[in-house]
């Protein structure tokens, strides 16, 4: 598929810790921490809707690969690689939940408490659905539609009344579109996703929509969207994972809005798009879109864009960890790739 990224990482009980994981350039002003509360006041101090992503400090986790990264580089000498790192481990960054359904609520609760004693706001993404990635590179997911619906709701009880935006499902939705297998059904499941977690009362979510280069036809993305709930949502995500600069997704984003009524609103992963996407359909004996060499760092992380209809730029995308072994020797999706991860931080 043209442009199609894989993408996950593993969160699993015995790797806790490694949960949060942070990215990007411009740190954000640290949040004023929050009164401790117990017992019922703790309750009565959660909020009762949604906080909008639009104008949120966003979670930078201090503990993510990156963080860890910089300080064993610190710590062997490697000063001015350890400082190429930070430019990614002082960001806030997506958290990618694809744990199993026994073990999805502890690791979004994990994520939340994190950010909640930060006074920040968590972006997680959840990415389960049966079939993903259509057994590509990330390939995996729920075992079957009833699984995910457990699944679903597991995450949903992780959010526990406290603030979050969720990325739901890179790649479904377009996915659906390409024919993979299963894709009537994957509509209505992304749609009760949609609704498990707005009945949160705290969660703002934006299904994934791809990207620029992938559905060129909005009328018909539109339709498939409508169809997964995007009514019930907060809005659309696009650039997953991808390379394909701000301006384009900008554009292609308020097309799609205008296909969907001209009121929707969006966000746009800029982790890896500074250099926008590399040519062809191949490079160095891999797909284009997997792991290509010369990409730097996009725009840092905002919640105050000033731009029309769009609610954040988010760092969504890891940066640092791998799409895929798609040539000899690359880690696996989701690894952390230190070498590829300076790459992007550029000199």
Same mark, same amino acid.
């Given at each position: 598929m043209l442009f199609s990224l894989p993408r996950w990482s593993v969160l699993a009980l015995p790797a806790v810790a490694a949960l949060l994981v942070s990215a990007g350039c411009g740190r954000p002003e640290a949040a004023p921490e929050?009164?401790?509360? $117990?017992?019922?006041?703790? !309750?009565?101090?959660?909020?009762?809707?949604?906080?909008?992503?639009?104008?949120?400090?966003?979670?930078?986790?201090?503990?993510?690969? /990156?963080?860890?990264?910089?300080?064993t580089w610190q710590s062997a000498g490697r000063t001015d690689d350890a400082d190429r790192i930070r430019r990614i481990s002082e960001q806030p960054a997506a958290v990618w939940i694809t744990s199993d359904t026994s073990q999805v609520t502890a690791a979004v609760d994990a994520v939340l408490?994190?950010?909640t004693d930060a006074g920040q706001m968590p972006v997680l993404v959840a990415y389960?659905?049966?079939?993903?990635?259509?057994?590509?590179?990330?390939?995996?997911?729920?075992?079957?539609?009833?699984?995910?619906?457990?699944?679903?709701?597991?995450?949903? /009880?992780?959010?526990?009344?406290?603030?979050?935006?969720?990325?739901?499902?890179?790649?479904?939705?377009?996915?659906?579109?390409?024919?993979?297998?299963?894709?009537?059904?994957?509509?209505?499941?992304?749609? !009760?996703?949609?609704?498990?977690?707005?009945?949160?009362?705290?969660?703002?979510v934006y299904l994934d929509a791809g990207h620029p280069r992938w559905v060129r036809d909005v009328s018909r993305l539109s339709t498939a969207l409508r169809g997964a709930g995007i009514e019930q949502a907060d809005g659309f995500a696009?650039?997953?994972?991808?390379?394909?600069?701000?301006?384009?997704?900008?554009?292609?984003?308020?097309?799609?809005?205008?296909?969907?009524?001209?009121? $929707?609103?969006?966000v746009v992963d800029t982790s890896r798009n500074g250099a926008g996407? /590399?040519?062809?359909?191949?490079?160095?004996?891999?797909?284009?879109?997997?792991?290509?060499?010369?990409?730097?760092?996009?725009?840092?992380?905002?919640t105050s864009t000033g731009l029309d209809r769009v609610d954040a730029l988010l760092w969504i995308k890891r940066p640092g960890e791998s799409d895929g072994a798609c040539r000899p020797g690359e880690p696996a999706a989701?690894?952390?790739?230190? !070498?590829?991860?300076?790459?992007?931080?550029?000199?």
């Open positions: 929050p009164e401790p509360t $117990t017992g019922a006041s703790a !309750e009565q101090a959660r909020p009762s809707a949604p906080v909008p992503l639009a104008g949120a400090t966003l979670f930078v986790d201090p503990n993510g690969a /990156a963080a860890e990264q910089v300080a408490s994190r950010a389960h659905i049966p079939g993903r990635d259509c057994g590509s590179f990330s390939g995996g997911g729920a075992l079957d539609g009833d699984d995910y619906r457990a699944w679903i709701r597991g995450f949903a /009880a992780g959010v526990d009344g406290r603030p979050v935006t969720v990325i739901v499902e890179p790649d479904a939705v377009a996915h659906s579109l390409d024919k993979c297998d299963g894709s009537s059904d994957r509509l209505a499941l992304l749609a !009760e996703a949609v609704t498990v977690l707005k009945q949160t009362g705290t969660a703002q696009l650039n997953v994972s991808n390379f394909i600069r701000t301006s384009e997704n900008v554009d292609y984003g308020r097309q799609l809005s205008d296909a969907l009524g001209g009121r $929707t609103r969006f996407p /590399a040519g062809g359909a191949t490079v160095d004996g891999g797909p284009a879109w997997c792991n290509p060499p010369g990409r730097r760092l996009g725009a840092a992380p905002t989701g690894q952390w790739w230190s !070498e590829y991860a300076l790459q992007l931080a550029g000199d």
